[in-house]
C-alpha cells in the first residue's frame, strides 16, 4: 500500500476520489496530508486552540469520508472540505463553551494575489516572538467574518470565488471584508511574517492527525464489512 500510495501522492484530488470510493481506502492519507495545515489555519482562526482544532479537524476528515461519493465536482475538493470544516467550527461554537486561545488572524487586500509572498527567514522568525503579543493584540480587534475571509484568501490561498462559495458570500462581499481588513496591520504584518510562519502545522500533529482518523476509517469500514 505504500508504494501504491507513493504512486499517487501527485494525483489531483479529482483523480484519488474515485479511487478511493472504489475502495483503495488508505489513499484518503494524501488528501489528509495535502490539507491539514490549510484546516489547522481555518480552525485557529476561530479562536480554538490546538486541540480543539485538531478535534475539529478529525472530523471534518471522517465526516468528508463518510460523504465522499455525494461530491460531485460541482466545486473544487477544496472548496467542499473548507465548507465541512467552517460548519465544525460554527456548530461546536454554538454548542460548546471552548478556552480560546488568542490567534493570530488577518489583514486583507483585494488583489488576486495573496498578499504574502516572501520567504522566511532566520532572523524574521525570532522576531515572531517579540511581536506575537502586539500584532495578536491588533488582530484581535478585527470582525470574525473578516478573521475568516482573511484566513481562506491570504494563508490558505483561495481564490475570491472559491472564498465567496465556501461562506456563501458574494464575490463583491469578500472582497469588501479583505479591503475593510487590511489597514494599517497589512504593512506591519507584511514586513514580518509569511503564511507558513502564521498557525504552523508541523510533521508531528501531521502524523498524529493522520493516525488518527485513519484508524477510524479502517474501524468504520471493518465494521461496514461485519
Known amino acids: 500500500m505504500e508504494i501504491l500510495k507513493k504512486l499517487h501522492e501527485n494525483d489531483a484530488d479529482n483523480e484519488l476520489i474515485p479511487l478511493i470510493i472504489q475502495g483503495e481506502t488508505d489513499l484518503y492519507e494524501i488528501l489528509i496530508r495535502r490539507y491539514n495545515s490549510f484546516l489547522y489555519r481555518i480552525g485557529r482562526t476561530y479562536n480554538y486552540n490546538h486541540q480543539d482544532t485538531e478535534d475539529l479537524m478529525q472530523e471534518t476528515y471522517i465526516s468528508a469520508f463518510s460523504n465522499l461519493s455525494g461530491f460531485k465536482n460541482l466545486s ?7 465548507r465541512i470544516m467552517l460548519n465544525q467550527c460554527y456548530h461546536k ?3 460548546f463553551s471552548f478556552k480560546n ?13 495573496p498578499m504574502f509572498h516572501h520567504q522566511p527567514n532566520n532572523e524574521k ?9 502586539v500584532l495578536e ?8 467574518d473578516y478573521k475568516v475571509v482573511f484566513t481562506l484568501r491570504e494563508l490558505n490561498g483561495l481564490s475570491v470565488s472559491e472564498a465567496a462559495q465556501a461562506i456563501d458570500i458574494s464575490t463583491a462581499n469578500v472582497k469588501v471584508r479583505l479591503n475593510r481588513a487590511k489597514g494599517m496591520l497589512r504593512d506591519e504584518i507584511k514586513k514580518m511574517y509569511s503564511p507558513q510562519e502564521i498557525f504552523e502545522f ?3 500533529y501531521c502524523d498524529k492527525i493522520v493516525d488518527n ?10 465494521t461496514k464489512l461485519a
Open 93 to 95: 461554537k454554538q454548542k
Open 76 to 82: 473544487s475538493f477544496r472548496t467542499w472540505i473548507t
Open 213 to 222: 482518523v485513519m484508524s477510524r476509517i479502517h474501524e468504520m469500514m471493518r
Open 125 to 133: 522568525i525570532l522576531l515572531n516572538k517579540e511581536l506575537g503579543n
Open 101 to 113: 486561545e488568542t490567534a493570530v488572524s488577518e489583514l486583507q487586500i483585494e488583489k488576486t494575489t
Open 137 to 144: 493584540n491588533a488582530l484581535q480587534r478585527l470582525p470574525e
Open 202 to 204: 508541523n510533521l508531528v
